[in-house]
């Protein structure tokens, strides 16, 4: 458990989060008026505090019953202070809440149930029902990361994403699951690779205790594994149903056949929201991403009975990379709207690392 660096630390706390005395004076009146109270969703985990805690879970120190500002005599930044995470054997985790009513614990239960390589949906440790909210439950899963924090500095980390993402998606379909959410937001990582020391889970820039900055390692070379995450949506169909739904929802406004009432093909739907993130992601934003369109084209048709399946995705794909030169995924990803003179500066020292490697491949070390 990560201790509350205010409790009696200011030895260890850096310059910058120590106030001078007009400081201590402001942030001491903020306070008693109410500035850093609860909101009302913290309220909610608050209530819950106890009932966790009697699972395995610690959450921070601010959502304890008998909570105080901890940094009031401290000369402590409150920004600095009550850091602490929600654990399971000294792993930070995240708790979300969801209504029993809906699909979401159905298919989460059913993918829980299958060991494959090939699942990439997030992992569920536990489903806890709902101290107070009979029509509520709390779904326990590991802390995950946005999949682009940090960006994506190499072609190659672009190609390791689309790999499992797409095998991701084949596998969903597979097992007769439509997502029916694809977005950018709903793909996260396991970044722990990436952050051997760990950072802080809102403050994704920082250490766990606030006080330095969490710098990441490459993602080259390591094992990053990626989820599709939310299934608040996603509908299981049965065996030998057609996977026909109804609803214009989702973050991907751009589907063409979404409706509230005329029935469309929830698998296609998926088709195309992954073809239009390959498009908007990286082939519009990145230089030398050409190679997708041979997968967002087909992908993203207006005509949804015209898009390839979730398998023949993979298919295309995996025949388009294996005619990719393997040093082009040691490329950077060079923003198109990077200007003339620093894409050429980059591309240099690009040239530059690409020949350090070759030669210390070429002399074995």
Known sequence: MLADVCAGKTEATPQHAILDSAGIKYYAESTRRGTYAHASAEIFWQRRYCFLRDHGYIMRPRYEPEWKPSWIGTGIHPAYCEDSVMLLDNELVAIKRFRT???????????????????????????????????????????????????????????????????????????RIAHRDIAFANIMMDAKPLYPNGYHPVRLHCSEDLLQESTPL??????IRYYYVDFGLSIKFPEGAPPYAVGDVGRDAEVPELSPDVPYDAFKVDIFALGNLFRKKFEQRFNS?????????????RQPETRPTAEQVLVEWQS????????????????????????????????????????RKLVGT
Not at 218 to 223: E, I, L, N, V
Not at 323 to 351: C, H, Q, Y
């Open 320 to 359: 388009t990379r294996a005619e990719l030169n393997e040093s082009l995924f040691r490329w950077r990803l060079g923003p198109k709207s990077e200007p003339a003179i620093e894409r050429m500066f980059n591309d240099t020292v690009a040239v530059a690392l690409e020949g350090i490697y070759r030669l």
């Open 101 to 175: 009513d809906s699909q979401e614990q159905h298919i989460i239960q059913f993918l829980s149930t299958l060991e494959d390589e090939k699942k990439h949906a997030v992992p569920v440790y536990a489903i806890l029902p709902d101290p107070f909210d009979p029509q509520l439950a709390l779904m326990v899963m590991p802390f995950l990361r946005p999949c682009d924090e940090p960006d994506f500095s190499t072609i190659g980390d672009a190609v390791e994403f689309i790999d499992q993402i797409t095998e991701g998606l084949v596998f969903l379909h597979s097992h």
């Open 289 to 301: 991403m050409e190679f997708l369109l041979r997968l967002i084209e087909p992908m993203t048709r």
């Open 218 to 223: 490459p993602r080259a070379g390591r094992s």
